[in-house]
């Protein structure tokens, strides 16, 4: 079966795991980076995002979460089901699951509120130009700046090759079935945390 | 286990079977005979029609046979399919 390309197991688990696995994987990582949200002070406001505040409810993470997935799982079912009316859904939950885990993983960054402190000496410095900008601080920034691209264009791989795979879609109609999914399940879940807090 | 060739290695065109023998009694037919539309299709897709069919046309079993997730199996044989239609076409 020369055809099976290795799989790659960081951009494209979903080529090789099983769906149930993958689920099961995805769900405790949810539970555990709620919590590392609620210990970090992050918030998953947004399908693809997670600020850093000043301080966090224990709730607020977990229904972050729960919006990020199911805007995520409802736009990805909506665009792959256009693109192959044969996709499962199981699979889009799975693709919904595992593609939030670099997003996850950048919750440490802000160990001691490190991340939200930089961000407001930083602030600081422009609302009042008279300080000094502290240089530290600007390093540490830069250093999470990439850190946080790196998560994201992670990410984004991950649901990319996953809408690929799942849809068996090609080309253009991919790419732009792909655009779309990504802007509107940012959109929708921006407007659900709008609507509850 | 040699392989068997289905286009021309020279203009990649589709080969036809023009010789055909019996190792009991060396007996030759000699013709022009097409090759079955499945015998077109690359060898690992061969492999993988054979193991499909040997699993009852489980994708599901195929998948854990494979060791790889159900909708990879599937756009294999999705893939397969497409090959197919274009050979019925030809």
Same mark, same amino acid.
């Given at each position: ?7 790659n197991?960081?951009?494209n688990?979903f080529?090789r ?7 099961i994987v995805? %769900? +405790?990582?949810?539970? &555990? @980076?709620?919590l ?10 947004? /399908?693809?995002? *997670?600020?850093f ?6 709730w607020e993470?977990?229904i ?5 997935i199911?805007?995520?799982? %409802? +736009?990805?079912?909506? &665009? @792959?089901?256009i693109l ?6 199981v699979?889009?939950? /799975?693709i919904? *699951?595992i593609?939030?885990l670099p997003?996850y993983?950048?919750?440490?960054s802000?160990?001691g509120?490190?991340?939200?402190e930089?961000g407001q ?5 422009v609302?009042?130009?008279a300080?000094n900008?502290?240089?530290d601080?600007v390093?540490?920034s830069?250093?999470?700046g990439a850190?946080?691209?790196l998560a994201a264009?992670?990410m984004i ?6 809408l ?8 253009v109609k ?5 655009i779309?999914?990504?802007?509107l399940?940012e959109?929708?879940s ?5 609507l509850i807090? | 286990?040699?392989k ?5 290695p020279?203009c990649?065109?589709?080969l ?6 019996c190792t009991?009694?060396d007996t030759?037919?000699?013709g ?5 539309m499945l015998?077109?299709?690359p ?17 599901k079993a ?11 199996v ?8 497409e090959?197919?239609?274009q050979?019925r076409?030809e």
């Amino acid at each position: 079966m020369n055809k099976i390309k290795k799989s790659n197991l960081l951009f494209n688990p979903f080529e090789r795991f099983r769906e149930q696995r993958l689920i099961i994987v995805g %769900l +405790i990582a949810a539970v &555990v @980076a709620s919590l590392l949200g609620y210990f970090f002070n992050g918030r998953f406001d947004g /399908a693809l995002d *997670l600020h850093f505040t000043h301080t966090v409810e224990i709730w607020e993470p977990f229904i972050d979460n729960l919006i990020a997935i199911f805007s995520l799982f %409802l +736009i990805f079912s909506i &665009v @792959a089901k256009i693109l192959n009316p044969k996709t499962r859904f199981v699979d889009i939950f /799975a693709i919904s *699951l595992i593609a939030r885990l670099p997003l996850y993983l950048l919750t440490f960054s802000n160990f001691g509120n490190i991340q939200y402190e930089i961000g407001q000496a930083l602030f600081l410095t422009v609302t009042e130009p008279a300080r000094n900008i502290p240089m530290d601080a600007v390093i540490l920034s830069v250093i999470f700046g990439a850190l946080s691209i790196l998560a994201a264009i992670w990410m984004i791989t991950l649901l990319y090759n996953g809408l690929k795979l799942v849809s068996n879609s090609k080309g253009v109609k991919l790419i732009v079935g792909f655009i779309f999914a990504l802007i509107l399940a940012e959109a929708l879940s921006k407007l659900i945390v709008y609507l509850i807090y | 286990m040699k392989k068997l060739p289905v286009s021309c290695p020279s203009c990649a065109s589709a080969l036809q079977v023009s010789s055909l023998s019996c190792t009991s009694c060396d007996t030759v037919i000699q013709g022009s005979y097409s090759l079955p539309m499945l015998l077109q299709l690359p060898q690992e897709e061969q492999d993988f029609i054979l193991e499909f069919v040997l699993s009852g046309g489980s994708l599901k079993a195929m998948a854990k046979k494979l060791d790889r997730s159900y909708p990879t199996v599937r756009n294999l044989l999705d893939d397969i399919i497409e090959n197919l239609k274009q050979l019925r076409n030809e």
